[in-house]
């Protein structure tokens, strides 16, 4: 690598930074949480500072080099193999005790490192002083205290990247394990320095010591080499488990020795944070209050987006109407009108909602209160068979599915994974919400909010049900214990809400830009073929679609049309309101779709509570069916996703359609 | 010692009477809401002279909140009776979870008015401020009262 190139990786603990600092240097906007794994894949970003090139490499959280999970195989693997040129280890400065078992760690690796002692303010405002050049001195590496949040310490940072960079030696710095331990790290160096190969790739110590506890990935990695009889012998007659838990004493020891010498009136003690948490997390009241703020978030985002509604709606009707006087041929009017204004128009009316959801669910993501909704969960989740840590993938999913589903690689156990992938479609994404505002504000009005908050109670409630099926019957085995460390509370920022609102919202408008667009399109040639038919009828060739399916989902209440637009909904859940839109005639006329609706005889309130439930858990959008499949790896499961939604769906639309219709 | 104990008391007292407004004007919604829903009594003379008084329509969850505020301070109440410090922690989020709610319902009722007024949206026609007070939004008053007053104390709990 040129002299002028420095590649940096960025490794600590969970939501101790990692990635706002990786947004500060690199100018990259990537999503930041204030909950743990929000990184499960590495990034990259490139910098020029002071005339070197310097690549920072953002990687998952990882509490130890033992990795566990997939995010932290992932980070491991990217020291240990890619060698980058200088490891910043992010540490939390108020939790620097248990930052410090990483470290340990990576000193052992023999890296050039930073420490970049992170959100030092927070831990000067509850009072700890930290001695900064003691533990320079101590940890024998620089120490730079760091605000990423705010900037502060960013160049002093860069500067001690760039003269780690140039010099020679590495860190030497080890932890004593003990004699016997000692004996063993020495016997199997030995048989490891045998192979040339490996010697030259990997520090042997280090390698001697991950074998020694237990690491089944570096036995993997030395698996082909002509040492690795010998060694598995030698492990084989050790107890492992004995060693594992010796050598994370000694750790916690040489921790225990060198922390109070870097930090005076570190001790532990009662926070606001923690104050608030006795309340928050309280054995009765913990989820009542998670229940009232997510009614809050959805009674605000039906209630106070109104207006703007209805700004976006009066727009598009009005862009409508331009269409039908000022363009022609009559064909070229209706497709603008009816297909593209009708059916983008549709989705666009929505986006104030979607804005002010995700604006909402940011500042509570920010807070550090949706951390403590995955912590209040966690013992009725263990219950169902799932464990806390599948709860924030499902919370990520209220945004969309598909990182949510990747958040999954966070959760070490393999059926929890599964279990958790298979159930997270029913969590109620964006996309979906267009869907619940049409026919909740057309059919409950004063009560809409009420009714979209109860549906993604639903999702919830399916999700955490067919989590219990499955793994009582295909995912049997019992769930991993969770620990979750709870971030601190923070006053969320406008900034960063604004920032995290556009960042989720800004994919619904690129949508309603290109899929949306595409769909309508799609939608409004298939409503005005063949030629000469009546737009829109029964003759036309959606006419005749919708009709060949609608015998499926007669007995739930829908007609050939909410049929069809369903089945379009695969493509993306937005194209169902797009799809009424056109199919309505939304644009031509002075109606806007909830008006128009309302005219249906065939629409009422059960039909529309029906078919938001079958919205909500009918099968999941393309775009989440291809990342199950890439994150299962298995067509089967994908296919059996797709199959349990619509089956889920079909019989819960059916009960409250037929059991409504015998109530009224 | 002694002024420590006289603010403890005052912050009982707080709680107390904060607590048992919410408690009350959530269980006279509830009640209100519940006979609504299941059509039980002939609620006229209830409706115009108790729920219109305190602005409490049918609103089942609105008033399962008020209940859950109540609780909060209750809570909290009976946490400092007991000698427990930690009830502070309570009152302290009473307050910010009951200004939550009353800002929300503010939202609301912004909302309603910017449909009503700057839109002339026909449904809510001859809508009035009134139509959107609901008593989450002026029993806020107290833990707005009470959060000016000990918000520095709160802020240095930790310290």
């Given at each position: 690598m040129a002299d002028n190139k420095i590649r940096v990786a960025l490794t600590g603990n969970p939501n101790v930074g990692k990635t706002t600092l990786f947004n500060v240097i690199t100018g990259s906007k990537q999503h930041v949480g204030n909950w743990p794994g929000v990184t499960v894949e590495k990034k990259s970003g490139f910098k020029i500072y002071k005339g070197y090139e310097i690549e920072v490499i953002d990687l998952p959280g990882t509490y130890s080099l033992t990795a566990y999970s997939l995010d932290e195989v992932v980070a491991r693997d990217f020291i240990v193999d890619e060698k980058p040129d200088v490891v910043i280890q992010i540490v939390?400065?108020?939790?620097?005790?248990?930052?410090?078992?990483?470290?340990?760690?990576?000193?052992?690796?023999?890296?050039?490192?930073?420490?970049?002692?992170?959100?030092?303010?927070?831990?000067?405002e509850r009072g700890d002083k930290l001695n900064v050049e003691k533990m320079k001195e101590i940890l024998a590496m620089p120490v730079v205290c760091t605000i990423a949040s705010d900037n502060v310490g960013i160049s002093e940072l860069l500067d001690t990247v760039i003269s780690?960079?140039?010099?020679?030696?590495?860190?030497?710095?080890?932890?004593?394990?003990?004699?016997?331990?000692?004996?063993?790290?020495?016997?199997?160096?030995?048989?490891?320095?045998?192979d040339s190969e490996l010697a030259s790739k990997y520090p042997l110590r280090w390698l001697a010591v991950r074998l020694l506890d237990g690491d089944e990935n570096i036995l993997n990695k030395i698996s082909g080499s002509i040492i690795a009889s010998e060694i598995k012998n030698i492990l084989a007659s050790l107890d492992i488990e004995e060693y594992e838990a010796l050598m994370a004493d000694k750790r916690y020891e040489c921790i225990n020795a060198l922390f109070p010498q870097m930090c005076e009136r570190c001790m532990t003690r009662m926070t606001t944070s923690d104050m608030i948490d006795r309340v928050m997390t309280n054995k009765y009241l913990g989820i009542p209050i998670f229940l009232a703020l997510m009614w809050g978030a959805f009674e605000l985002t039906?209630?106070?987006?109104?207006?703007?509604?209805?700004?976006?709606?009066?727009?598009?009707?009005?862009?409508?109407?331009?269409?039908?006087?000022?363009?022609?041929?009559?064909?070229?009017?209706?497709?603008?009108?009816?297909?593209?204004?009708?059916?983008?128009?549709?989705?666009?009316?929505?986006?104030?909602?979607?804005?002010?959801?995700?604006?909402?669910?940011?500042?509570?993501?920010?807070?550090?209160?949706?951390?403590?909704?995955?912590?209040?969960?966690?013992?009725?989740?263990?219950?169902?068979?799932?464990?806390?840590?599948?709860?924030?993938?499902?919370?990520?999913?209220?945004?969309?599915?598909?990182?949510?589903?990747?958040?999954?690689?966070?959760?070490?156990?393999?059926?929890?994974?599964?279990?958790?992938?298979?159930?997270?479609?029913?969590?109620?994404?964006?996309?979906?919400?267009?869907?619940?505002?049409?026919?909740?504000?057309?059919?409950?009005?004063?009560?809409?909010?009420?009714?979209?908050?109860?549906?993604?109670?639903?999702?919830?409630?399916?999700?955490?049900?067919?989590?219990?099926?499955?793994r009582t019957t295909t995912l049997k085995g019992h769930p991993a214990p969770f620990i979750l460390e709870l971030p601190p509370y923070r006053i969320p920022t406008i900034k960063n809400g604004i920032r995290h609102m556009w960042d989720n919202g800004s994919?619904?408008?690129?949508?309603?830009?290109?899929?949306?667009?595409?769909?309508?399109?799609?939608?409004?040639?298939?409503?005005?073929?063949?030629?000469?038919?009546?737009?829109?009828?029964?003759?036309?060739?959606?006419?005749?679609?919708?009709?060949?399916?609608?015998?499926?989902?007669?007995?739930?209440?829908?007609?050939?049309?909410?049929?069809?637009?369903?089945?379009?909904?695969?493509?993306?859940?937005?194209?169902?309101?797009?799809?009424?839109?056109?199919?309505?005639?939304?644009?031509d006329d002075h109606f806007a779709l909830t008006d128009s609706l309302l005219a249906d005889p065939n629409m009422h309130s059960i039909t529309a509570l029906s078919l938001m439930v079958f919205s909500l858990l009918y099968m999941p959008c393309i775009a989440v069916v291809g990342i199950i499949k890439k994150e299962t790896g298995s067509w089967k499961w994908t296919a059996f996703s797709i199959a349990y939604g619509l089956i889920v769906a079909w019989l819960l639309a059916f009960v409250v359609f037929q059991g409504g219709m015998l109530l009224i | 010692m002694e002024h420590y104990s006289g603010r403890l008391k005052e912050k009982m007292?707080?709680?107390?009477?904060?607590?048992?407004?919410?408690?009350?004007?959530?269980?006279?919604?509830?009640?209100?809401?519940?006979?609504?829903?299941?059509?039980?009594?002939?609620?006229?003379?209830?409706?115009?002279?108790?729920?219109?008084?305190?602005?409490?329509?049918?609103d089942l969850i609105g008033s399962l909140i008020l209940l859950l505020i109540g609780s909060i301070f209750i809570y909290g109440m009976l946490d400092l009776r007991n000698g427990s410090n930690e009830g502070i922690a309570y009152i302290y989020v009473g307050i910010l979870i009951s200004l939550l709610f009353a800002a929300v319902y503010v939202l609301v009722m912004t909302g309603n008015w910017m449909d009503s007024y700057l839109l002339n949206d026909p449904?809510?026609?001859?809508?009035?401020?009134?139509n959107d007070l609901r008593p989450a939004i002026y029993l806020g008053a107290l833990p707005l009262c009470g959060y000016l007053i000990w918000k520095k104390e709160f802020g240095n709990m930790n310290k």
């Open positions: 939390d400065a108020t939790n620097i005790e248990r930052n410090l078992y990483l470290t340990t760690q990576l000193m052992e690796l023999g890296s050039k490192m930073i420490i970049a002692l992170n959100m030092y303010d927070l831990a000067e780690e960079k140039q010099k020679d030696d590495h860190h030497a710095w080890r932890i004593g394990y003990g004699d016997e331990i000692e004996s063993k790290i020495l016997e199997i160096e030995k048989v490891l320095s045998q039906f209630s106070f987006a109104s207006p703007f509604m209805t700004i976006v709606e009066k727009i598009f009707l009005w862009l409508g109407e331009m269409a039908a006087i000022h363009i022609h041929p009559d064909w070229l009017a209706s497709l603008l009108g009816e297909g593209i204004i009708g059916g983008v128009g549709s989705v666009f009316s929505f986006i104030p909602n979607i804005f002010i959801l995700f604006f909402l669910l940011s500042l509570l993501e920010d807070s550090g209160y949706l951390a403590r909704a995955a912590f209040i969960v966690d013992r009725i989740m263990y219950k169902i068979g799932l464990q806390g840590k599948s709860f924030i993938p499902m919370l990520l999913g209220f945004g969309c599915n598909v990182p949510a589903i990747m958040a999954t690689r966070s959760i070490e156990d393999r059926m929890d994974r599964m279990a958790t992938i298979m159930v997270l479609p029913f969590i109620s994404c964006g996309a979906r919400l267009p869907i619940y505002i049409l026919f909740a504000g057309t059919f409950f009005s004063k009560n809409a909010g009420t009714v979209i908050f109860c549906i993604y109670l639903l999702g919830i409630l399916v999700a955490v049900t067919s989590a219990k099926l499955l994919m619904y408008i690129k949508k309603a830009g290109t899929i949306i667009m595409g769909g309508s399109v799609v939608i409004w040639l298939l409503a005005a073929l063949p030629w000469g038919v009546e737009y829109g009828s029964e003759n036309s060739f959606i006419g005749i679609i919708g009709h060949s399916i609608q015998p499926l989902l007669g007995p739930l209440g829908f007609d050939w049309k909410i049929s069809v637009s369903l089945l379009f909904g695969f493509v993306a859940k937005e194209i169902v309101v797009a799809s009424l839109g056109v199919l309505y005639g939304v644009g | 007292l707080f709680a107390s009477f904060t607590g048992l407004l919410y408690v009350l004007a959530g269980s006279i919604q509830l009640f209100f809401s519940l006979c609504t829903m299941m059509d039980l009594c002939n609620m006229s003379y209830f409706k115009s002279d108790i729920a219109d008084l305190l602005f409490a329509p049918s449904e809510i026609k001859g809508w009035d401020f009134v």
